[in-house]
């Protein structure tokens, strides 16, 4: 048997010597650096004891050597479990407490940061820096080349990514070699990449978007990326003139449009300019297109599903919405148990190759959101019309976007329930001209208690990464409550909205 994920990555893969990285720095990595180096981290996994099926955690900066790791565990059979670089020690020990990896890779100035994790199973400490340091990188130096990938059928698992989802903590969603090589070989096809393509990649590469939509993507058709280690709009401006693809969330557009150098003439040798994980604005779309020429190309996905849908790449792009579902993906749209028609709003749910295999120790989560049918239910509510073009228009999930990353309110609001002098809270999304929503906190104080706004923020610094701290922290006498006890965040949003 094969390794699935890497025999297609190799069949898509040009001659060795031609660019696949290229940094900011001017650094290039080609395909057969990658492949190589991919092989020693794969040797240097095996020689420190993982075994196919273990889970490989990391939580690195962004570098062509995060990419090595992550094709050096689909190599070793590993699942690999890329972790938000802002995730503080304390959600750190969630994520490692669940998904027990044999190994946990840090950047070496968290070494200290993650000492004694895992207590009940500590995984193995590894260190893999932005500048190509660390222990890792120092075992893969010397290690053995040549390692013969380990054979993976096409529902093994290759990575858990953590969503937020809809209810309770941070789940893992198991996702398959097939899972990632069938929506790359879709999404290769449908955006029509080939070998002479560059992307412009300043997304981070612990999430869906910046791993699997860019990186697989990219791999699939042999094709090149210029990295940018965070968006940075001045310098994704000046790399326009050398390459032909954009990937982003909305916030990127948004703030590109505030640079002069944003012109037709910059953007003249593009082809493609996509955008997805959040709603795009039709304001922002048609701005965009003014200025450059280029109608933006929205898609829509999931962590548990990669992508579902897509304007097309030669057609009509309709701004406002996602598009059409992309070949093999089936998407419905369901109310009362009913099948709707064009028109309806109902609750969008998936079926296809690129639905995840479920939620990792978690059979009953995964059971409640599959309908008997198979179908995935996603917690987004949608409409299409005739032409088949679906909308997003709002979620029956209780989760707030910002700027592309997703924050559970519930995950918030227990944390600032327990501070001292706080009775209780909600946390809300309040619109943002910059990150598409803001997180705020409504909070009631605790009879007498004089806990503010700095005492909150100081204490959740501690606890949460900093895109789910609240950028506003509000007080109220009350929560205000319909007649089932639950809390009216639309009053809430409606109150201190704009
Ligand atoms: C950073 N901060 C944020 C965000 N990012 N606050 C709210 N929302 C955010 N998204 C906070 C930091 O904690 C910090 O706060 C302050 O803002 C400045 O941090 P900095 O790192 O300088 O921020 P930035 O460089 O301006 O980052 C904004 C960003 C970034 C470029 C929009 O968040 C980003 O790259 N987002 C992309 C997320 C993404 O890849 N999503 C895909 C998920 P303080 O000063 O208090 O410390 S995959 C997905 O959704 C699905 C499957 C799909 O369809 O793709
Ligand atoms: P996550 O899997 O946690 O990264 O986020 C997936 C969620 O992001 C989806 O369920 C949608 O609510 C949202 N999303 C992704 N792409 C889009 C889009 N183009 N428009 C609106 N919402 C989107």
Redesign the pocket.
């Given at each position: 048997m094969i390794n699935h994920l890497m025999a297609e990555i190799r069949a898509g893969m040009p001659a060795p010597e031609r660019r696949l990285i290229e940094t900011s720095d001017g650094r290039v990595i080609s395909y057969g650096d990658m492949l190589g180096l991919a092989a020693r981290m794969a040797r240097s996994l095996a020689d420190l004891g993982v075994e196919p099926g273990d889970r490989v955690a990391a939580q690195v900066e962004k570098s062509p050597e995060v990419v090595a790791l992550y094709l050096g565990c689909v190599m070793a059979g590993a699942v690999y479990l890329p972790l938000n670089t802002?995730y503080t020690r304390a959600e750190l020990d969630y994520f490692v407490g669940d998904a027990a990896p044999r190994l946990l890779v840090v950047d070496p100035g968290r070494r200290e940061t993650v000492a004694g994790i895992g207590a009940s199973a500590p995984p193995t400490i590894e260190t893999l820096g932005a500048a190509g340091d660390g222990t890792l990188m120092d075992k893969a130096g010397v290690a053995a080349p040549g390692f013969v990938p380990v054979a993976r059928g096409p529902d093994d698992l290759a990575a858990i990514l953590y969503t937020s989802g809809t209810t309770g903590r941070s789940k893992g969603a198991m996702l398959s070699h097939e899972n990632l090589a069938s929506n790359a070989r879709t999404l290769k096809d449908v955006w029509g990449f080939s070998g002479d393509d560059v992307l412009i990649h300043?997304?981070?590469i612990f999430?869906?978007?910046?791993l699997f939509?860019a990186t697989n993507t990219i791999l699939f058709a042999g094709a090149a990326m210029l990295f940018v280690r965070?968006?940075d709009p001045a310098e994704v401006v000046g790399l326009l003139r050398r390459a032909t693809v954009l990937m982003g969330?909305p916030?990127?557009y948004t703030r590109l449009l505030q640079q002069d150098g944003l012109t037709r003439e910059a953007a003249a040798g593009m082809r493609l300019v996509i955008s997805?994980?959040?709603p795009l604005l039709a304001e922002t779309h048609a701005e965009f297109e003014a200025r450059t020429g280029h109608a933006i190309l929205e898609r829509?996905?999931?962590?548990e599903t990669?992508?579902n849908t897509s304007n097309p790449y030669a057609g009509r792009r309709v701004a406002g919405t996602v598009g059409l579902p992309l070949p093999g993906v089936e998407v419905r749209l369901t109310a009362e148990g009913r099948v709707l028609p064009p028109g309806g709003i109902g609750m969008v749910e998936i079926r296809g190759p690129n639905v995840f295999k479920g939620y990792w120790r978690n059979p009953e989560k995964t059971r409640a959101e599959f309908t008997a049918d198979g179908f995935f239910v996603s917690g987004d509510l949608g409409t299409y019309d005739e032409a088949g073009y679906l909308t997003i228009v709002g979620r029956g999930k209780d989760i707030v976007i910002?700027?592309?990353?997703?924050v559970y309110p519930k995950e918030v609001e227990s944390e600032i329930d327990a501070l001292d002098g706080v009775l209780e809270s909600a946390v809300i999304g309040l619109p943002d001209t910059d990150?598409g929503e803001?997180?705020a906190a409504v909070v009631v104080r605790e009879p007498g208690a004089a806990i503010d706004d700095a005492a909150i923020a100081a204490a959740l610094k501690e606890r949460l990464?900093?895109?789910k701290?609240p950028?506003r922290i509000l007080f109220v006498d009350e929560l205000p409550r319909n007649t089932m006890g639950k809390v009216q965040k639309a009053t809430l949003r409606q109150r201190f909205g704009p």
């Amino acid at each position: 048997m094969i390794n699935h994920l890497m025999a297609e990555i190799r069949a898509g893969m040009p001659a060795p010597e031609r660019r696949l990285i290229e940094t900011s720095d001017g650094r290039v990595i080609s395909y057969g650096d990658m492949l190589g180096l991919a092989a020693r981290m794969a040797r240097s996994l095996a020689d420190l004891g993982v075994e196919p099926g273990d889970r490989v955690a990391a939580q690195v900066e962004k570098s062509p050597e995060v990419v090595a790791l992550y094709l050096g565990c689909v190599m070793a059979g590993a699942v690999y479990l890329p972790l938000n670089t802002a995730y503080t020690r304390a959600e750190l020990d969630y994520f490692v407490g669940d998904a027990a990896p044999r190994l946990l890779v840090v950047d070496p100035g968290r070494r200290e940061t993650v000492a004694g994790i895992g207590a009940s199973a500590p995984p193995t400490i590894e260190t893999l820096g932005a500048a190509g340091d660390g222990t890792l990188m120092d075992k893969a130096g010397v290690a053995a080349p040549g390692f013969v990938p380990v054979a993976r059928g096409p529902d093994d698992l290759a990575a858990i990514l953590y969503t937020s989802g809809t209810t309770g903590r941070s789940k893992g969603a198991m996702l398959s070699h097939e899972n990632l090589a069938s929506n790359a070989r879709t999404l290769k096809d449908v955006w029509g990449f080939s070998g002479d393509d560059v992307l412009i990649h300043a997304l981070p590469i612990f999430h869906t978007h910046g791993l699997f939509v860019a990186t697989n993507t990219i791999l699939f058709a042999g094709a090149a990326m210029l990295f940018v280690r965070r968006f940075d709009p001045a310098e994704v401006v000046g790399l326009l003139r050398r390459a032909t693809v954009l990937m982003g969330v909305p916030t990127f557009y948004t703030r590109l449009l505030q640079q002069d150098g944003l012109t037709r003439e910059a953007a003249a040798g593009m082809r493609l300019v996509i955008s997805g994980s959040a709603p795009l604005l039709a304001e922002t779309h048609a701005e965009f297109e003014a200025r450059t020429g280029h109608a933006i190309l929205e898609r829509y996905g999931m962590t548990e599903t990669n992508m579902n849908t897509s304007n097309p790449y030669a057609g009509r792009r309709v701004a406002g919405t996602v598009g059409l579902p992309l070949p093999g993906v089936e998407v419905r749209l369901t109310a009362e148990g009913r099948v709707l028609p064009p028109g309806g709003i109902g609750m969008v749910e998936i079926r296809g190759p690129n639905v995840f295999k479920g939620y990792w120790r978690n059979p009953e989560k995964t059971r409640a959101e599959f309908t008997a049918d198979g179908f995935f239910v996603s917690g987004d509510l949608g409409t299409y019309d005739e032409a088949g073009y679906l909308t997003i228009v709002g979620r029956g999930k209780d989760i707030v976007i910002t700027g592309g990353y997703n924050v559970y309110p519930k995950e918030v609001e227990s944390e600032i329930d327990a501070l001292d002098g706080v009775l209780e809270s909600a946390v809300i999304g309040l619109p943002d001209t910059d990150l598409g929503e803001a997180v705020a906190a409504v909070v009631v104080r605790e009879p007498g208690a004089a806990i503010d706004d700095a005492a909150i923020a100081a204490a959740l610094k501690e606890r949460l990464a900093g895109y789910k701290r609240p950028k506003r922290i509000l007080f109220v006498d009350e929560l205000p409550r319909n007649t089932m006890g639950k809390v009216q965040k639309a009053t809430l949003r409606q109150r201190f909205g704009p």
